[in-house]
């Protein structure tokens, strides 16, 4: 496969992974990733686990936001041997929290672990990079 297959493949994943989550389809957000998969928002200060404990969470506390739209740019392959891939993509999410007026956001990098499956690609490790917030939840 070609890396121009490869990494449209890969961002068509991840860009499924945005469409899930802001449209709070967790079953979509599921098939994003491995059974075994381990994720981690924990530099958002949110959740961190197995897929099951992290939909879990999200469907708790993700899904009171009246709305969010993640942004997935600059996707990078930064090694793949073909069945397996380690990827860097940025993301920008701006989101309306309960109750605020202003729009809160924030920024950073996805870190994902792939492996290519008879489904396709699937994140078996995720790790969110969040490197800036404004109007940060909780304050």
């Known amino acids: 496969m070609s890396q121009t297959a490869e990494i449209a493949e890969i961002t068509a994943l991840l860009n499924r992974y945005a469409r899930a989550v802001d449209s ?5 957000y599921r098939s994003v990733f491995t059974a075994d998969a381990h994720i981690d928002y924990s530099s958002a200060g949110a959740v961190v686990g197995n897929r099951e404990e992290v939909v879990e969470w999200f ?30 993509a940025m993301f920008y999410n701006p ?10 956001a924030c920024g950073g990098y996805y870190h994902h672990e792939l492996v290519r499956t008879p489904d396709g690609w699937r994140s078996r490790n995720l790790r969110e990079e969040n490197i800036w917030f404004t109007n940060r939840p909780g304050g």
Do not use: C
């Open 59 to 88: 469907a708790a506390n993700f899904g009171v936001l009246p709305w969010s739209m993640h942004y997935i740019t600059n996707v990078e392959i930064l090694d793949s041997d073909g069945d397996t891939a380690r990827v860097r």
């Open 24 to 28: 709070k389809d967790w079953e979509l």
């Open 95 to 104: 989101m309306q929290l309960p109750g605020m007026a202003e729009t809160s």
